[in-house]
């Protein structure tokens, strides 16, 4: 077993350790005592021939003491309890016997006594000790239990400094020659060292209950002025009592010479040492509330000087924001919330044309080109949303129109209250420009290229059906090799065109009512015989579809393109069509058994020009553009596409298009 010190003794101090020491030592002395009484060595039992002696009873007292008050240093509370119970019984046991003048049988238990000096009832320990005996054992009783609160440890504090206090008052008695001081009555009177263990002893019991009711804070318990009053009272009533009664009237023999006092001497020392109790716990209180008062107003000082440097580096960072937002390059215009412009910077200015003062307090319209669907971003704007990206054409102060982007966000008071927006404007009409030609561009000359690629089909077609005389087969083949070649860069031409419409968002969908059992059966049909010439197998399950709206053609081409992917990514295994309908649509999947894409890979597969660094991809054709047109045309059926993946396994497609609202 290990043995701590008090665990919620403070560790700073060394209360427990002294307690420890104290009870060690009044155990030791009690045992001395003992050991003299059994082997009849005086000088133990008495310090000075002529002194009173320690009581065998008392001695056995001071061991049954002090082991309790090691063992409440050590936190051992069992044994803490039962000691102290059995010392306050002691004690208790000889007031009952002194107060109603009976004889219990427990003085002469153990020995027979011998040493009779100054003794009125041999063999038993004189009324104080029996008092500080039982309060010694209330006091480690009290130690003994879990206190709920922090003003509990004052009883067996209490206790603990009225033990003093009769110890206090038994030595000043023998140095100041007052036998009334350690002698009641004419009853057996205290012996010295009988003195010094109880001031251990109630000092060990002061010692813990203070460094238990510290706990961790390192403030005095707030009984402190009490307990020093109530010692500095009870070594006061001592002394008047001693004063009082004047020199013992003796029994055995009087051990010092008489002190002479006078009548008044009792009542100057009553009035005295009560009024320096009272002061005593007074100036205690006094200090202790100033100190708290001290430590309160530091800490609110603190606080204080805390929260003042906060606000300044707020300030400092408003300051190097506002600095940031004038002199940035983008315009930066806040508005309130029905448009009025507040606040306008270089970058605005530099933008617009106009000066701060003269946009200061007109409305944000004045900006605008033309007529701008401002309610949808207002309503976005209120709910306290970050509108990004929105493009709109402005006007500067000489009229030229400007193609702007804006991100506009909400601007909140303390309160989170949305009052107003500010906005980041940045020209764009450069980029603009730079894309419409390269519109222009492609458009043109995707359209000049088809014309003669149409001519050049034609007149392969027309060769290679012998319509201008017969062909050897080695002229057949290359025929062949160049209508392959044709067909590729027409369908090269024909992505471009239709990434062009998407990118410039000009790409139309019909909404026709369309069968997708009849469209995706065609699709089979045209592939069963490229995935079988490849030696895939080739699977095609279709459940009874109901009709959906939109574009057949486009719609075709989104499902050949994944099926043709299927079958050209895939070496060995299988590819396969799947259509359903599921909760949110109809839902078709293409899957394979074939090379299959990586997490990487997957998160780039929509965006243009995008191939996989596969052998199996190099060595195919391919454009990278399939899967950005099939995506843009399913969106635009209100349809989704995704993938699903594993590298080395195979992939799935699943396309999901809403049903028809009138099916
Ligand atoms: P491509 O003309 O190259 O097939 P797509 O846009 O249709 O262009 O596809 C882009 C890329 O996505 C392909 O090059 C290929 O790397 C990958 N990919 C598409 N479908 C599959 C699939 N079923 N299995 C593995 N990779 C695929």
Sequence with gaps: MTLTLRPQANPQSGAALVAAASGASVAALGGLVVAGWLTVAVALIQVLPGFPPMQYNTALGFMICGAALLAAALDLRRPTALLGGLAMMMGFATLVQYVFHTDLGIDDLMVETYVLTGVSNPGRMAPN????????????????????????????????????ALGTAALVGYAAGVPGAYGWGHFNPMSVHTALGFILLGGGIVGLAWN?????????????????????????????????VGP??????????????????????????????????????????????????????????????????????VHQLAAIVEHSSDAIIATSLDGTILTWNHGAERLYGYTQAEVQGRHVSLLHARKQAGDEVFERILRGDLVE????????????????????????DRAGRVIGASTIARDITERKQLEQMKDDFVGTVSHELRTPLTAIKGFIELVADGDVGPLTEAQREFLGIAARNADRLGSLINDLLDVNQIDSQRLEIRAEPIDLGPLLEEVAKTFRSMAESKGLGFHVHLEHLPPIVGDGPRLLQVFSNLVSNAIKYTPTGEVGIRARVAQNGVEVIIHDSGIGLSPDEQAQLFTKFFR????????????????????????????????????????????????????
């Excluded at 008092?131 to 440890?153: D, E, K, N, Q, Y």
């Design 248 to 317: 013992r009237a003796g029994v055995g023999r009087t051990i010092l010479p008489k002190t002479p006092t006078g009548p008044a001497l009792p009542n100057i020392t009553l009035a005295a040492g009560l009024l320096s109790a009272l002061l005593v716990g007074w100036s205690l209180r006094v200090e202790q509330t100033s100190r708290r008062r001290a430590i309160s107003l530091a800490a609110s000082n603190l606080a204080l000087s805390q929260q003042s440097q906060a606000r300044e580096r707020a300030e400092e960072r």
């Design 212 to 244: 238990a009711a510290q706990g961790q804070s390192s403030e005095a318990p707030p009984w402190v002025p009490t307990l020093a009053a109530v010692a500095v009272g009870t070594v006061t009533l001592c002394m008047w009592y001693a004063l009082a």
């Design 389 to 412: 990206q929105l493009e709109a054409v402005n006007l500067t102060r000489e009229g030229r129109k400007i193609d702007v982007s804006l991100t506009v966000s909400p601007m909140l």
């Design 129 to 164: 000790s029996a008092v500080g005996l039982t309060l010694t054992g209330a006091a480690l009783l009290g130690l003994s239990c879990r206190p709920a609160s922090r003003s509990r440890h004052l009883y067996p504090a209490l206790l603990g400094s009225i033990v003093i």
């Design 612 to 663: 996989a660094r596969h052998k199996v991809v190099t060595q195919s054709g391919g454009t990278g553009l399939g899967l950005v047109i099939a995506k843009a045309i399913v969106e635009k059926h209100n349809g989704s596409i995704e993938v699903a993946s594993i590298a080395g396994e195979g992939t799935r497609f699943r396309v999901v298009l809403p049903i028809s609202s009138a099916a």
